[in-house]
């Protein structure tokens, strides 16, 4: 099917990293959504529809775990079907599809402002804070609360294989803030100086477990047995609708390439590597969400999906 190289581009660009993070991602998406409209010289809903039912699977394709990025599709397709119930006009269904994923854009970055104000408030003057990865979400509450006029100190997890953390370390220090990295691994070695953990999210499942970058959950068990408060920061498109059904949600294994170079590899002969992107942390762990509707307990993600977002099942079958 012939699809704009630019949403090829963006498609590509999120499945090697180099568009990363759960709303980033999602972000992108849409913005692949509008590009293909704006581009699609369709002159009849039906070939019209069938493209953007294309350009979506292959969006959603890119990284597996991420609801966010099937969730941002779903926010716009949805409009999208609900207008070709009433038209048969191309033109209002393009406009329909830019105009949400617009909005769906401009939503997000407001959440993730949000999260940044309300969880600030969870920071106090002299605290330790430990983070884990890159999260858009949980530098937004950092530097909400260092330019609040807060003093902290922050502590980033290298984060192996591909090493989010010195992107978060070198973001949060551009800001003034005093920060260490660590190697994963010593997490629990500086626990006792940690007062509080904030962690971003890849899905938050209808009981409240959370999947996150590999390793989210040893933080969170190290913090369980210090006794330190877990927190996540989560805006609602991160709450994953089909785990309402049971359904799990997959975790993105990535290439052995990312753990090792390839030439290394060729030395370990007979050992096999894995590569699981992410974790999941269960919600016994954690003890609150920051979304830009409140904090919440990790119990009250079902109400999330179905009071807030109100998905229904058949909603979000088709993606
Ligand atoms: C990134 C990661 C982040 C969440 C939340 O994983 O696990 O914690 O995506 O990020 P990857 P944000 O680097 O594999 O995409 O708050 O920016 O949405």
């Not at 498609?11 to 913005?31: F, H, L």
């Not at 190290?222 to 309402?244: G, H, N, Q, S």
Request: proline share 4%; hydrophobic share 45%; net charge positive.
């Amino acid at each position: 099917m012939d699809v704009p190289s630019q949403v090829l581009k963006i498609a590509e660009d999120i499945k090697s990293m180099k568009v990363r993070g759960a709303g980033r991602i999602a972000r992108e998406a849409a913005r692949a959504l509008i590009i293909f409209s704006e581009q699609s010289e369709d002159k009849d809903v039906s070939g019209f529809m069938k493209k953007l039912d294309y350009v979506a699977r292959l969006l959603i394709n890119t990284r597996p775990t991420a609801v966010s990025l099937p969730n941002a599709i779903r926010y716009v397709l949805s409009r999208a079907y609900k207008t070709l119930e009433c038209t048969s006009d191309v033109e209002k269904l393009r406009e329909v599809v830019v105009y949400s994923a617009r909005k769906f854009i401009s939503d997000s970055l407001v959440a993730v402002e949000r999260i940044g104000d309300i969880g600030s408030k969870l920071v106090k003057d002299g605290m330790t804070i430990l983070t884990h990865c890159h999260s858009t979400a949980v530098i937004s509450i950092l530097k909400h609360a260092w330019f609040s006029g807060k003093r902290f100190n922050v502590i980033c997890t290298e984060t192996r294989p591909k090493f989010q953390g010195r992107i978060t370390a070198r973001i949060l220090s551009g800001f003034g803030i005093p920060t260490t990295l660590i190697v994963d691994g010593a997490t629990r070695y500086f626990m006792h100086d940690v007062d509080v953990i904030f962690v971003g999210a890849d899905a938050i499942a209808s009981n409240g477990a959370l999947v996150n970058k590999i390793g989210t959950s040893m933080i969170a068990l190290a913090a369980r047995e210090a006794r330190k408060p877990f927190f996540v920061a989560a805006e609602t498109y991160k709450f994953a609708p089909e785990t309402l059904s049971g359904k799990l949600i997959k975790v993105e294994e990535r290439p052995e390439n990312e753990v090792l170079p390839k030439r290394e590899i060729e030395k370990m002969k007979g050992v096999s590597i894995r590569n699981p992107a992410f974790d999941l942390t269960p919600p016994q762990y954690i003890t609150a969400i920051i979304t830009e509707r409140g904090v919440i307990p990790p119990q009250a993600a079902v109400s999330i999906l179905v009071e807030f977002l109100g998905w229904s099942l058949e909603q979000f079958s088709k993606f």
